[in-house]
């Protein structure tokens, strides 16, 4: 699993910089898609997997976009940022 995340990575990482809208919403999607895909991985001896990928790769793409997508000194400036 690790390494398919980071083979994805300079795939990832310039779609996240350039349009995060797409990059999260497609990963929620397969997030969303995740118990049925997880059936078609193989397992051993007919059991699924003990883990589910499709559900990891949601929290690898919320740690790309929160260090491709910094927050403004605009917000920290902000009312809502001294709450």
Request: net charge positive.
């Given at each position: 699993?690790?390494?398919v995340?980071a083979?994805?990575v300079?795939?990832?990482?310039?779609?996240?910089?350039?349009?995060?809208?797409?990059?999260?919403?497609?990963?929620?999607?397969?997030?969303?898609?995740?118990?049925?895909l997880?059936?078609?991985?193989?397992?051993?001896?007919?059991?699924?997997?003990?883990?589910n990928?499709f559900?990891?790769?949601?929290?690898?793409?919320?740690g790309?976009?929160v260090?491709?997508?910094?927050?403004s000194?605009e917000?920290?400036?902000?009312?809502?940022?001294?709450?």
């Open positions: 699993m690790y390494s995340f083979l994805a300079p795939v990832i990482v310039p779609l996240a910089q350039r349009k995060p809208i797409i990059a999260m919403f497609g990963s929620l999607l397969l997030w969303l898609a995740s118990m049925p997880l059936q078609l991985l193989p397992g051993i001896y007919g059991e699924t997997w003990s883990f990928p559900a990891w790769q949601l929290m690898f793409m919320t790309i976009l260090r491709t997508q910094p927050i000194d917000f920290h400036a902000g009312k809502l940022a001294a709450g």
